[in-house]
């Protein structure tokens, strides 16, 4: 299983982001999909999972701002950010892992990750 993240860049604070997440190695669509998000000195959290029937669960931090979601043709994931906050500014990581874990970071495939810094 290979996931590779792309899109994290620095933007000010208000802006917007896509994230996305090439995944390979194994069925896309009968695996369960995350983002989730470590800033220095902090655990790594949760932001959005998205079931297999494409349900999706967010952190209460992103609700409203963050729209996960995949398209299984393309084995792709994606994480649309918009309303970006300087609390934002973290390491994002997407997961993969044929149990739901939903945003519990027990996932058994990740990604490098790739930053995202958000100024004010």
């Known amino acids: 299983v290979q996931l590779v993240e792309s899109g994290g860049g620095s933007v000010q604070a208000g802006g917007s982001l896509r994230l996305s997440c090439a995944a390979s190695g194994y069925t896309y669509s009968t695996y369960y999909m995350g983002w989730f998000r470590q800033a220095p000195g902090k655990e790594r959290e949760g932001v959005a999972c998205?079931?297999?029937?494409?349900?999706?669960y967010y952190a209460d931090s992103v609700k409203g701002r963050f729209t996960i979601s995949k398209d299984n043709a393309k084995n792709t994931l994606s994480l649309q950010m918009n309303s970006l906050k300087p609390e934002d500014t973290a390491m994002y990581y997407c997961?993969?892992?044929?149990?739901?874990?939903?945003?519990?970071?027990?996932?058994?495939?990740w990604g490098q990750g790739t930053q995202v810094t958000v100024s004010s």
């Open positions: 998205i079931d297999t029937d494409g349900s999706t």
């Open positions: 997961a993969a892992d044929p149990v739901s874990w939903y945003l519990l970071p027990r996932y058994n495939y």
